[in-house]
């Protein structure tokens, strides 16, 4: 029976919050800002700012903000700090003039019996020059945060190419959060760990905890707790095989969970007992392939097939989402365009993120993401997967539709494709890309200059001025159902 602490049951890994928080202690020493402490601690963390001359605050306050005021109806010091510690507001930022010449002693005696920091902000320093450097701050740590987890995600990968994968991944896991990571079977006993040794009632705080998820069809996904003086969270892998993850740290950042979701999946597809040298081998194959070694040159090694190749555009912009995607669709055989990490193209997460599954995979809609899928296709037939995974990509976003296969029949596959090629490009050679772009998108929302617009990120005006110019440069009128059907082909022609 658990008996160790409550644990917090999570059905999916969260992801980075929009910004870690940031010290008191960094704000208050900007030489520039001028900031004084009167009361409370300096180590406590702020999530964000807020000003406010209410009376009362608290129905306007989240908790964990700073909170700057000049006094305007401090009317009673004493019940005003009442309800700011009561709203769960992290501190106060106390503004003298124009209202007050010195910060009132009561509100200071106040924040003392309480507990709450207060900061005194000088004349020459304006509410929005606080809140300005705060948010910087919060964007180099935000920054930080990302580099910490990418630079993560990258050792584990390289670890699970080395010879042992699965001690190395632990290694390089238990490395990166600066503590013990455990791999333990379904019945409780540890198949693997790595990372420095932990007293032995986090130890066995940490099995328990991996206890609480089992293998229960269905059941939570990770599970987190405290347990001698550490940090701990487990883990359920991948493959109904029982086997759990458990991570024992001294603290956990914002980007922890991130990091041990990737190794979940990892050691998902690694340490799976039904795995043979047969998989190891395809696996290799693979991702020899997604680093770009022709289909031809791995062809043996992946087997006969067939495989389906995914196309995806989407994600929350964080250099995890992919990885995200692809423990969803349940491979790890994913490569992330430029523009799908981090925003790497300047549209935050714009790339295409291309994946390859075995075609018995189901491939589902994901939430936040557009989804591109190819007809399955036997290893030397990668490349014309890739292009249809490509085509049904557009068309799914033409569409503004979670999901598109690839329709491999209908008429445009009895035209052979060069001499079809041909005749597009010289039909649209009056056209530029961006007119081409803006016609098919208009062609497939079937004339909707709403949806176009949407689509496209256009005016709706925009819209009918470049379809104009479009049956302009053509001399063709587009209300003709046979000049659409005409020119929706030669815009698909490869």
């Known amino acids: 029976m658990y008996e160790g602490p409550i644990p917090v049951i999570t059905q999916e890994p969260g992801s980075t919050p929009p910004a870690p928080p940031v010290s008191l202690a960094a704000l208050l020493a900007r030489p520039d800002l001028g900031l004084r402490l009167l009361a409370g601690p300096e180590d406590v963390p702020l999530h964000w700012v807020h000003t406010s001359e209410m009376a009362d605050p608290y129905p306007y306050l989240l908790g964990g903000e700073l909170l700057m005021t000049a006094g305007v109806q401090l009317t009673d010091p004493a019940h005003y700090v009442e309800r ?37 902000v000088p004349p020459r320093t304006p509410f929005t020059a606080v809140a300005r450097a705060l948010w910087r701050l919060m964007a180099e740590a935000r920054l930080h945060e990302l580099r910490r987890v990418t630079e993560a995600q990258q050792s584990l990968a390289a670890a699970a190419a080395r010879p042992a994968p699965v001690p190395a991944v632990l290694g390089a896991l238990a490395s990166r959060l600066g503590g013990r990571a455990v791999l333990f079977a379904a019945d409780g006993t540890e198949s693997a760990a790595a990372g420095r040794e932990v007293p032995a009632e986090a130890a066995r705080a940490l099995r328990d905890l991996a206890g609480v998820l089992g293998p229960r069809p269905g059941g939570p996904a990770s599970a987190s707790g405290d347990g001698g003086g550490l940090r701990l969270a487990a883990y359920a892998l991948g493959g109904g095989d029982g086997l759990t993850l458990g991570v024992a740290t001294e603290r956990r950042g914002p980007g922890d969970h991130t990091i041990a979701g990737v190794a979940v999946v990892l050691l998902s597809l690694l340490a799976a007992p039904h795995r043979g040298a047969d998989a190891t081998v395809r696996d290799g194959a693979l991702v020899r392939l997604l680093l770009g070694a022709p289909p031809a040159e791995v062809a043996g090694a992946l087997g006969p097939g ?7 555009r989407g994600g929350d912009g964080t250099p995890f989402a992919a990885a995200s995607l692809a423990a969803a669709l349940g491979t790890p055989l994913v490569e992330a365009g430029v523009g799908a990490v981090g925003g790497a193209d300047g549209q935050g997460g714009g790339g295409t993120v291309r994946l390859l599954l075995p075609s018995s995979a189901p491939v589902t809609a994901q939430q936040g993401w557009t989804l591109g899928v190819s007809s399955p296709v036997e290893a030397s037939e990668l490349g014309a997967g890739e292009a249809q995974a490509e085509r049904a990509l557009r068309r799914a976003e033409a569409s503004r539709t979670a999901l598109v296969r690839h329709r491999a029949n209908g008429f445009a596959a009895l035209v052979d494709h060069d001499e079809a090629a041909a005749y597009a ?4 050679a009056p056209l530029t890309e961006p007119l081409a772009e803006t016609l098919r998108v208009w062609l497939s929302l079937h004339g909707s200059w709403d949806r176009t617009a949407v689509a496209t990120g256009l005016h709706r005006n925009t819209v009918r001025q470049r379809i104009t110019r479009c049956a302009a440069l053509l001399d063709r009128d587009l209300d003709d159902p046979d000049v659409r059907m005409e020119l929706w082909f030669a815009l698909r022609a490869p």
């Open 306 to 312: 067939p495989w389906t190749v995914v196309h995806a």
């Open 425 to 428: 490009r010289a039909l649209l």
């Open 84 to 120: 700011v510690v009561e709203a769960g507001a992290a501190a106060l930022a106390f503004g003298v003039t124009p209202v007050y010449d010195t910060v009132p002693p009561e509100l200071v005696a106040a924040c003392e019996r309480h507990g709450l920091p207060l900061v005194e």
